[in-house]
């Protein structure tokens, strides 16, 4: 793990500002982009893109702040998102589809089905979840790029 | 079938992505919650919806459907309006409600199944 942690191409960092539906889903569409122009292939782009929007939105409807990080490896990318605020009292049973606690307002918005976890762990290679209830959460998700096109520019830049 | 025999058949309204109408339809989804939208639609697919905050376009995208039919005559934010022509994804209005405009979609021959 130190040897693929070592050989890091790129790390970004975002911030994410609890409750602000306004710009819900820039981070992920900057994290779209950086990978598109990165040349990545499309299912690896749709996998991460998807699996970001939907940590995004967590810490969106239910966090007052956190921050999201990318890493691309020659091997996998990895994000995390780490959050402050009211944390999950049980993370299994959060991980069930259908499960939610999102409120009325983030209902009309079209959040809250419960379906954001299970889409995070159905579109990614790995998934690691922990929260302290009234203090905060993070995740981890790897999406692995085996069987991809490793010509990919940015990975072999300075590599 | 593609997106502009749709706009033909129901007189839609395009707000967005009118270069784009020439996409084939693979199957329909309904639905107004975005991760439910995200698990079970697929690409190809119409997706007709209340919703139309800007998300809907990062949702479409990802997803490769073909368009977003907003139903009961709601039109889309102009945020929505702004991305969608970025992405080019097509925005159509239906004054139908969902329910209707599903079974209409159904009777052209447009499935859930994609």
């Known amino acids: 793990m130190s040897g693929a942690e070592n050989n890091i191409h790129l790390h970004e960092m975002f911030h994410i500002a609890g409750g602000n539906f306004t710009n819900a889903g820039s981070i992920s569409s900057q994290v779209k982009k950086i990978l598109k122009e990165a040349g990545f292939s499309s299912r690896v782009i749709r996998r991460t893109s998807i699996a970001t929007f939907e940590a995004e939105m967590n810490v969106i409807c239910y966090a007052s702040r956190g921050n999201l990080s990318l890493f691309i490896t020659p091997d996998f990318l990895k994000i995390v998102v780490e959050d402050e605020g009211i944390g999950i009292p049980d993370v299994d049973l959060a991980m069930q589809e259908g499960y939610s606690t999102a409120s009325e307002r983030i209902h009309e918005l079209g959040f809250g089905a419960g379906m954001g976890l299970s889409n995070i762990k159905n579109n990614t290679d790995g998934m690691i979840l922990t929260s302290k209830f009234g203090q905060g959460t993070h995740l981890e998700f790897l999406i692995s790029l085996e069987g991809e096109d490793k010509s990919v520019p940015l990975l072999n830049a300075g590599g | ?114």
Request: hydrophobic residues 40%; aromatic residues 4%.
């Open chain 2, 1 to 114: 079938m593609t997106v502009s025999d749709i706009v033909k058949s129901f007189g839609l309204k395009i707000r967005a992505g009118k270069n784009r109408l020439d996409e084939e339809v693979r199957g329909g989804y309904t639905g107004d919650l975005l991760s439910d939208v995200i698990a079970h639609s697929r690409k190809g697919n119409i997706w007709v919806t209340i919703q139309t905050h800007p998300n809907i376009v990062a949702v479409a995208t990802m997803k490769e459907l073909a368009g977003i039919i907003l139903t009961g005559g709601r039109e889309p934010d102009s945020e929505t309006l702004r991305k969608a022509e970025e992405e080019g994804m097509p925005i159509l209005v239906s004054s139908l409600l969902a329910f209707e405009l599903t079974g209409k979609l159904y009777q052209m021959g447009i499935s859930g199944m994609g």
